[in-house]
């Protein structure tokens, strides 16, 4: 039996979500990739936003090597990066699960 490989995207705002999803996976047996420096302040500070275009990059490649995406999307929300990885996710063929949905529908507001 394959173990399953699953790439966790959303906002860093949703750190104690994402690491709720992140023990649901580990407790199925799945080998989970979490988005960039979750465990940094989020506070976005030069430094952090100086490497940002590096961390996007690098969770697409964590895109590219899972077997499904699963977004944590609390109350709706999607913000730009996360959108960006849902949106490279769709366009490889990435099967994509959301943690919010409507009548089995993604919950997908954008950041506005």
Known sequence: MKTEI????????????????????VKQKCIVLTPCCMYVDAQRTDSFMEYKELFDEIHKRKIDICDFVFVVNRMGYVGESTKSEIDYAESIGKPIYFLETENGKAVKNEKS
Do not use: D, N, T
């Not at 699953?6 to 023990?23: N, P, T, Y």
């Open 6 to 25: 699953v790439c966790i995207c959303g906002s860093l705002r949703f750190r104690k979500e994402i690491g709720e999803a992140e023990l649901h996976f």
